[in-house]
């Protein structure tokens, strides 16, 4: 939680989020266009996405039925007819003069997403959700030669490769109390509509962009008026451009003035907002039912189809990791942060000999510590990383068992991890398993490869008296003056030492067995 | 003996080798040239392509097996897409746009063997009732060319009626096949709506606008309208059924009562309001003409049809304001030559780019849309267009058509209504609950007015029931001879 987040004493900030969740169709929601990313300008834009004369709209059956997953999994009410609606304005990368949207009659109304806060899960209570068109962009700068030499230097163009990508507007109430919390509350739909499917999630590429309303109250008082945020393409910028309005609005109301009603602009280079339009020359969009399109009537068995093929939902996940796996509810957040590292996790832990709370405990630290800290260094995708669930399961049966350390288990995992990423298949056997999460493969072994690379790499762990007494003695005798330390009365001396008999043994001493031996030998010398 | 200029008649011909593609086409180009001085009836006449696809028409003629229109020329309303074609909606707008795909229509139509000599004038993007809203200027009728051939269909009217092809198509919005088809004393039937596609129609209303047919009878009508018809999974609002079969009834035998059993219903409401007394006179004639083939008349009421005018022009306006946003300067069609800045651009460009009547609905509907009137206005002729849909719903299940006049008078003088758009507008009162119900309809000739100009009745029925409309009209010709009648100096 941020600190700057808080507001000031006496004070509550009060947020509503919009969210335009790009869904993850091949084609565009009212023509068969390609969605796809990074085409040369309008080389996706068909007659329809150009509005030529005559041309009509169709509703991809594949949006809808996103829009009823998400409908359905965050427990909202599928309206079973709904309304397409157009939006009227005049903008060059609007080929049509309107676009179309749901107005009165939205596919989905209510529903809730539960986010982290301080005291577990939150529910945070959403409005509606309803399926539009996405508009084109204009290009000001940096055009295409071809399209300069047309226009010239100071002429703009229009890609319409965007326009009539299929959008879900997701729009929460007011029920958010803080920029921390309506960044947690982004990030949480960000992590569930990828999970369920409907959307890549890719921010860069705009496949996830939110506005937020924001205003400010003295506590128990009614509703202030809002402003609304546009241009806000990250977690963090719109944590700051909400900490940004909502002190401005405090400064504004405690200074005597009162806040005007408009839409804002999050400047991130300076971290300030500001006014774009106010509501006075907001436009009359004159939304009215398109006649092109007949109201879109969802059927019984529709829905259940739909409700059928939805994976097991986050919050379910969550529940059942802290009740059945005895997982801490943090770490359970953290390891349905996406569907991909829930079902690693539940993969690991599902290849234990063992399922018990100590099994799940050390499977759910390995895959937020060292498999994390791996995969967010190389930049890997779960799906594609170098070390699948199973050979994972192995390394920890082996550390369970006392055959390597926890130490030489990092060595071990990152062993196999930076050979796999090289490619090289040495050491161990590698495979694939189909239908591991999602369309990806991932590389696996057998537990005998794990324990012969154990051995190759000499990690097994040394329990054997004779060796670590020789190990003993000799980091007692090359290490006199922490020894003198130690018997000086320093404590932390002894842990030093145990920390040499340990390096010497290149990690593989059993380190229980390394401290008693230690104590023994310091104490019938001294 | 020339073969007859019918879609049915050329077709028999040119499938028994009787005639070639290229001498109908031929005569049909000809025709068209020779009329356009007085008529104005084509923006593109595609003398090029009608010939090569006439030539590769009687390749497939001669081959046997033929699709049934096969080498038949036709000629689409300018508002219809058609590869490689200029499509101009009739407006400054798109003066230049050339096509790059076909309608859907058209494609079927392609598909079906017609050869397509060209694309008709029209009022600018379908908006109005005269024909006189046209960037390529009037079109005139052929029965008096001092005379509004109707609209907005106005040039595929006069086109049919002045033998120029055997048919064309149309659209309607809210009349406008029927009501030229009325006034230049040819067959026009608006089908149901989402029977056809309306993928490459320019949108005018989108919940109105319906392809459609003009033709010298109902026969044709409907062997035409058989081809057109169709699901498209590109048209949200295209229907996915069997095909249609419009042409069923027709082929039964018939006795000396062919109408026997049908109810004609006869609304009070259609034959109180201000019908001129010559159009009075031609309906009830054709009325008792129908009883004499069997049917049977009843009253019935349609208690709320009265608002179906103001209705209509509050919400195919405020649909137009949405739908003609496209055409901005920006993508395709005119541009303003100067501009200052991106708003600049967009006013100069629409300000240069559209007509009056464009405008006046255009402004219309952004009214009627803005915050503050939407509910006044929008929502409220929502509303009234269901009631109205309910009072259909109810009438079509007492009777199986629902007769009357298809307008308040025969064709008025050109350049007398243009100051005067309400006075426009309320012509189109028989017309427009077609549009709003999304029921078929069809205007067939039924007489002449003193000035010698003609005069339409028109004919309802419930949904996807073409067949049976289809059957009435066609019962009607087989016994009368209005639609056989040709205009002066058009004859063949």
């Known amino acids: ?526 | 003996m020339t073969e007859p200029f019918t879609v049915a008649g050329l077709g028999a011909a040119l499938h028994a080798r009787r005639i070639s593609s290229v001498e109908a086409t031929q005569e049909s180009l000809a025709r068209i040239e020779a009329a356009q001085p007085a008529l104005n009836a084509f923006v593109t006449i595609d003398h090029e392509g009608a010939l090569a696809a006439a030539r590769a028409a009687d390749v497939t003629l001669a081959r046997g097996a033929a699709p049934p229109l096969a080498g038949v020329p036709i000629a689409h309303k300018d508002v219809l897409m058609t590869a490689g074609l200029p499509t101009t909606c009739a407006s400054r707008m798109l003066a230049d746009y050339v096509a790059p795909y076909d309608a859907h229509v058209v494609a079927r139509l392609r598909d079906a063997g017609t050869t397509l000599v060209g694309k008709t004038n029209m009022d600018e993007f379908a908006m109005g009732s005269s024909n006189e809203n046209s960037h390529f200027g009037p079109v005139g009728n052929p029965w008096n060319a001092a005379r509004i051939p109707g609209g907005s269909s106005g040039g595929s009217a006069a086109a049919v009626a002045a033998r120029l092809v055997p048919a064309a198509t149309g659209t309607d919005t809210g009349g406008s096949v029927r009501q030229p088809a009325a006034m230049c004393g040819v067959t026009g039937i608006k089908p149901t709506y989402g029977l056809c596609s309306r993928y490459g129609l320019v949108a005018f209303a989108s919940s109105f606008d319906t392809p459609g047919v003009l033709a010298q009878n109902a026969e044709d009508c409907a062997l035409v309208l058989d081809a057109m018809a169709g699901h498209d999974a590109r048209d949200a609002t295209s229907v996915d059924r069997a095909p249609a079969d419009c042409t069923r009834l027709l082929r039964r035998g018939a006795g000396a009562r062919p109408l026997a059993g049908l109810r004609i219903g006869l609304p009070r409401e259609y034959f109180d309001a201000g019908v001129t007394p010559d159009v009075a006179k031609a309906v009830e004639a054709a009325l008792a003409e129908l009883r004499a083939l069997g049917g049977e008349t009843v009253a019935i009421e349609l208690p709320t049809v009265g608002h179906a005018i103001p209705v209509y022009y509050v919400l195919a306006p405020a649909e137009a304001s949405s739908n003609l946003s496209r055409f901005d300067g920006v993508r395709y069609g005119h541009r303003a030559a100067a501009y200052a800045d991106l708003d600049d651009l967009y006013c100069r460009t629409r300000a240069e780019g559209f007509g009056p009547e464009v405008k006046r609905r255009i402004l219309i509907g952004t009214y009627v849309l803005s915050r503050g009137y939407y509910d006044a206005y929008y929502l409220k002729a929502q509303q009234v267009r269901r009631l109205i849909a309910q009072d259909f719903a109810h009438a079509l299940a007492r009777c199986d058509v629902i007769a009357g006049p298809t307008t308040p008078a025969a064709a008025f003088a050109l350049g007398t209504r243009v100051a005067d758009p309400l006075a426009m507008y309320l012509g189109d009162i028989f017309t427009v609950a077609a549009n709003l119900t999304g029921l078929p309809a069809i205007s067939i000739p039924c007489g002449f007015d003193a000035d010698g100009l003609p005069i339409g009745m028109q004919l309802q029925g419930r949904h996807f029931d073409e067949a049976t409309l289809l059957d009435a009209a066609h019962r009607f010709q087989q016994a009368t001879d209005w639609h056989r009648r040709v205009p002066s100096g058009y004859e063949r």
């Open chain 1, 1 to 526: 939680m941020s600190r700057a987040g808080q507001a000031r004493a006496g004070w509550e900030v009060v947020v509503g989020i919009e969210t335009h969740v790009q869904l993850s169709t091949a084609s565009k929601m009212f023509s068969g266009a390609s969605t796809a990313f990074g085409a040369a300008p309008n080389v996706n834009a068909c007659a329809v996405d150009l509005a030529l004369p005559g041309v009509l709209p169709v509703p991809n059956r594949g949006a809808i039925e996103r829009a009823l997953a998400f409908g359905l999994a965050i427990g909202g009410t599928i309206n079973r007819e709904s309304v397409f609606a157009r939006k009227n304005y005049f903008y060059p990368d609007l080929p049509k003069g309107y676009q179309i949207s749901q107005y009165e009659r939205p596919i989905v109304t209510g529903g809730t997403l539960s986010i982290a806060s301080d005291d577990g899960e939150r529910s945070i209570r959403l409005t509606r959700a309803h399926l539009e068109e996405d508009a084109g962009k204009s290009l000001h700068e940096g055009l295409p030669q071809e399209a300069e030499a047309a226009v010239g230097r100071d002429g703009s163009g229009i890609d319409l490769n965007r326009a009539g990508t299929p959008l879900l507007e997701i729009v929460s109430e007011p029920d958010l109390r803080s920029a921390a919390e309506a960044a947690a509350y982004a990030r949480r739909l960000h992590a569930f509509v990828t999970w369920i499917g409907i959307c890549d999630g890719n921010l860069q590429e705009g496949s996830f962009r939110c506005d937020a309303n924001v205003s400010v109250r003295r506590e128990g008082a009614p509703l202030g008026t809002r402003c609304e945020i546009k241009n806000l393409n990250s977690f963090r910028f719109l944590e700051l451009a909400i900490d940004y309005e909502a002190r401005r609005q405090i400064e504004l109301i405690e200074d005597g003035g009162s806040v005007r009603q408009e839409t804002r602009l999050y400047d991130a280079g300076r971290n300030e907002t500001r006014p774009m339009r106010s509501k006075e020359d907001a436009q009359d969009y004159r939304y009215f039912p398109d006649p092109d399109l007949p109201p879109l009537a969802i059927d019984e068995d529709w829905i259940e189809r739909v409700r059928t093929s939805l994976p097991e939902l986050p919050d379910a996940v969550r529940a059942r990791l802290v009740t059945e796996h005895g997982i801490t509810h943090y770490d359970a957040q953290q390891l349905t942060a996406s569907r991909e590292l829930a079902e690693y996790y539940e993969r690991a832990a599902a290849a234990l000999p063992a399922h018990d709370a100590a099994g799940f405990k050390l499977v759910a630290n390995w895959v937020l510590g060292e498999f994390s800290a791996a995969r967010n260094r190389d930049d890997v995708p779960i799906e594609r990383a170098p070390v699948a669930p199973a050979p994972l399961a192995d390394i920890l049966r082996r550390v369970t068992d006392g055959t390597i350390s926890a130490s030489a288990a990092k060595t071990l995992f990152n062993e196999m991890w930076n050979a796999a990423l090289r490619g090289a298949t040495e050491g161990y056997v590698t495979g694939t398993v189909p239908g591991l999460v999602g369309t990806g493969s991932a590389t696996v072994s057998t537990s005998s490869s794990v324990d012969a690379l154990i051995e190759s790499l000499g990690l097994r762990q040394v329990s054997d008296e004779g060796e670590l007494e020789a190990l003993v003695d000799a980091v007692i005798a090359a290490q006199s003056a922490v020894v003198a330390e130690f018997r000086a009365g320093r404590e932390k001396a002894f842990n030093a030492l145990v920390g040499q008999v340990m390096k010497a043994s290149r990690g593989k001493a059993n380190p229980g067995r390394v401290s008693a031996l230690l104590k023994a030998k310091l104490e019938r010398s001294g």
